[in-house]
Structures are given as C-alpha cells and as structure tokens.
C-alpha cells in the first residue's frame, strides 16, 4: 500500500490544500492529513477543531485519514509507516525550503517527499491570509473548500 503524509498546520484548510489532496490521491492508496502542533505558531482555530473539521469533511473518503502530531514529522511518517511525504509548492522561496527538508528526511529515514505545484489560480491562497481576512471578518467561503464547516 502507498501511504503519505500530508503534514501542514491547516489552520484553516484551504482550497489550496484539499487541491493536493485530491492530486494525491490519484497515485496514493492513503494520505494521512498530519496537523502538526506548533507551540510557536499562532494559530487561529485550536488543534482539536482542525482536526474535527477536516475529519467531518472527509468523512465519506475512507483513504484520508486525519491525525495530530508533535514529533518531528518524518518521525510521525514513521510511526503510521508513510513512505512519502506530500507537499504542495506555490513559489520558489517555497520550493528551496522543502528541498532542504525532503533531503534530511530522505537521509534520516529513507522517506521520499512528492512536491505538486500549486495549481495557477490557488497559488494566492495561504492559511496565513485566510486567517489575516478572518481576523477582519471577511467572507473566506472561496478560499476553503466547498462543503467545509469551519
């Protein structure tokens, strides 16, 4: 079986990131939506909701599988036994940050990072400023995926 990981802080999950996950889907068996607990982060939404709502999303799609980690992540790929870790990649500062990440995680554990380009029209969708327009109440329904109950 063909198992990943898609780690990210998701908060919240955007149009952006359910567009990985659907792409991954078409070459993986399973991918584990990882939400990875970062004290230092600020975040919007607290860690059990991301978790609940992603899952309630999800839940007639019997190959995603939605879980909380605060280990390293190519630790967290190891425990669920993931060989490949998804990431999506809108710009090059993007790009040169997760090459680095994907060759320590290569060397350290042998796992394989999968970089899919953001498709042109999300590549200005960020959790970041979905949760800056959040912030200001402002409608975001075009930036998270149709059907998500935040």
Do not use: W
């Not at 036994?81 to 790009?95: E, P, Q």
């Not at 796992?111 to 969708?125: A, D, G, R, Y």
Request: net charge negative; charged share 25%.
């Amino acid at each position: 079986m063909k198992r990943a990981i898609f780690p990210g802080t998701f908060d919240p999950f955007t149009t952006g990131h359910y567009s990985v996950v659907q792409r991954a889907l078409t070459f993986m068996d399973e991918v584990i939506i990882g939400i990875g607990i970062n004290e230092s982060k600020n975040t919007h939404f607290p860690i059990d909701r991301r978790v609940q709502v992603i899952q309630d999303f999800y839940k007639d799609e019997p190959r995603i599988k939605v879980m909380a980690y605060s280990n390293l992540t190519v630790d967290f790929a190891q425990e669920v036994g993931a060989k490949f870790v998804i990431r999506g990649i809108r710009t090059v500062k993007d790009f040169e940050y997760e090459e680095s990440i994907a060759d320590i995680n290569r060397k350290l554990a042998g796992i394989e990072t999968i970089l899919l380009f953001t498709e042109p029209e999300l590549s200005c969708v960020s959790s970041t400023l979905v949760r800056e327009l959040l912030s200001y109440n402002k409608d975001i329904s075009q930036f998270i995926p149709k059907g998500m109950e935040l």
